[in-house]
């Protein structure tokens, strides 16, 4: 199964689009390289951008609806929701793994085709 990291945890989910709908280098995305790789991230370079892709209907590539390369807040981002994300994120794909390990198909003696 594959899985983004925001559909992993009901509890996470909302955060990564609570203050963009666009998810590009928003605060989300922001916790999470702050959590997992912390020396990519330049604090002072960090800049909100408004998320201008309310009611279009085509997605657009980054350059074209941000100035700086982020959507969102990423400046709302912290050490601390990271720390919080990941440890819902484990949380919630352990007890999901473990469901699956009992888990049985719709039709489990299916055989293929018949005529």
Not at 9 to 38: C, K, Q, W
Not at 80 to 86: D, I, R, S, V, W
Request: hydrophobic share 40%.
């Amino acid at each position: 199964a594959l899985r983004g990291l925001w559909e992993i945890s009901p509890r996470g989910a909302p955060l990564y689009t609570a203050d963009a709908p666009e998810m590009h280098a928003n605060a989300a995305e922001t916790i999470v390289m702050v959590e997992f790789h912390p020396e990519c991230v330049r604090p002072d370079k960090i800049a909100d951008d408004p998320d201008r892709t309310a009611g279009l209907f085509f997605s657009y590539p980054v350059p074209r609806t941000s100035e700086n390369g982020a959507t969102g807040q990423p400046a709302l981002a912290t050490v601390a929701q990271g720390e919080t994300l990941m440890a819902w994120a484990i949380e919630d794909l352990a007890a999901q793994v473990r469901a699956a390990l009992t888990e049985e198909p719709p039709f489990p003696d299916y055989q293929g085709a018949t005529e």
